[in-house]
């Protein structure tokens, strides 16, 4: 039996595809990426599924690549080496809200818009990390991917957040994580060797997650936004700094574009949340009161008129912060996601401005922050996907801020796979080893989404 009737009779004829159309999909993504072939597509409704499939493709040789929303921009669910996109949107079911230990347990296709409403109906009080990304992307996929959401600033980023996983490894076994593996508890993945790490952060390489526990925090009753601005880049640090420092956010980001005119200063949107009303009042004080007194006062504005429709953007869960790009030009949108140190702002801020400017577009920025304090910069780039030069235009720019983003001490996050080179041409050569080591133990057979943290010559 050839490749596509084995998928059938697993999978069921519905669910299976080899033809051009879907190909065409699930070969491309969003982003500024040249287009692969996928060979097969399939959606798995259940663990046993992706169990059979990978043993046909391990027996078989051929790739596996598991995708969720597919919305990385950095095509890091679309197969390098053609064979199965493995598309996991099929499970979707929300397993279990633990309301007193605040996890949900979820398949891996469960993306953020279920369950979002999920909660919001059944569970009020409680929330996820909703990372602003569009609403089909997975929970499971951003976890993986050490995504952050809307309550990153004050709880850790997503991956941070994951108390419990259910695993196929590329040879075919399930296996659990955390104290799942001892009891039918998802709460937390330690004290116990702590093997979540085999998962996270390896874009599908070594395995499949098809459930993840991820935990839920309470959901204050009163919100709002503030906005300050500046025109001192130099200052961004020491803002950052100083506002994470008092710890009453929900949220903080950055955000500035060179048009219109009124956006072209530094923004910092600060989203404050409270379970009591004159719990709320205090902290806008405290906030005004930091930034009237800050750098010897008067250098940074409170924003007294902010546009009820900004308001609402700001406010919305996840928040519209993304405006910034320009959306003008052709519909194309890409960024590098520099992971910082926040010292490193205002050199990226200048030298990123340089990149935009080279290849003809507009400076737009948004910067989410991060526990640390840290921050996601985001070089961001608009493009017109009809104009084949403007799209390579975008990839060079990306290039471009990758290796600023490496030589300023940071990190790319959800790298493409030249982004993935740089860092391991960088990478001590210990750790590059011991990713091979891992890689090789986990998939012998070498099919997990090929090409993706694959060492080449190197180390
Ligand atoms: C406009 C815009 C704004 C964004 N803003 C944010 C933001 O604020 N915060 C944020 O975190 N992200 C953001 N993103 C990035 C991205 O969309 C999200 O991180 C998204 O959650 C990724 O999920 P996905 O389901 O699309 O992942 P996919 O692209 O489908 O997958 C990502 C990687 O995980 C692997 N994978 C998928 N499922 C599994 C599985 N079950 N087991 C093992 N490996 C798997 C894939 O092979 C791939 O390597 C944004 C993107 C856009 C377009």
Known sequence: MGIYESLIEIAGRDRVSNGPEELHFYSRDAGAQPPRSADYVVLPKTTEEVQKIVVLASREKIPLTPMGGGFTLSALGVPNRGGIVLDMKGMDRILEVNEMSRYAVIEAGVTQA???SYLAKNHPDLQHSTPEAPPAVTVVANALIQGHGHISPRYGVNSDMITGMEVVLPTGEVCKIGSCSLAPTWFT???????????????????IVTKLAMRLYPKPKYRDVFLFSTDEIDLIPDAIAGVT??????????????????MNHVFFVLILSAHFEKELVLKRDIYKEFFRDFAGGGRVQFVEDLHPALRKRFLDVPPLAALAADFRKGGGFEYTGAILPIDRIPEAWRKGMEIAHRYGMLCSYVHQVLPGPGIMFGFNYSFNRADEKDIENARKALAESNTLTYELGGMVWKGELGAQEMAMDRMDPNTLRLITRVK?????AGIMNPGNWDPGGRG
């Open 114 to 116: 279920a369950l979002r």
């Open 189 to 207: 993945r330690g004290p116990l060797p702590d093997l979540a790490g085999l998962f996270v952060g390896w874009y599908g390489t070594t395995g």
């Open 245 to 262: 420092r008092l710890d009453l956010l929900e949220d903080f980001f950055l955000i500035t574009q060179e048009k219109p005119d009124w």
């Open 440 to 444: 090789g133990l986990l998939d012998p």
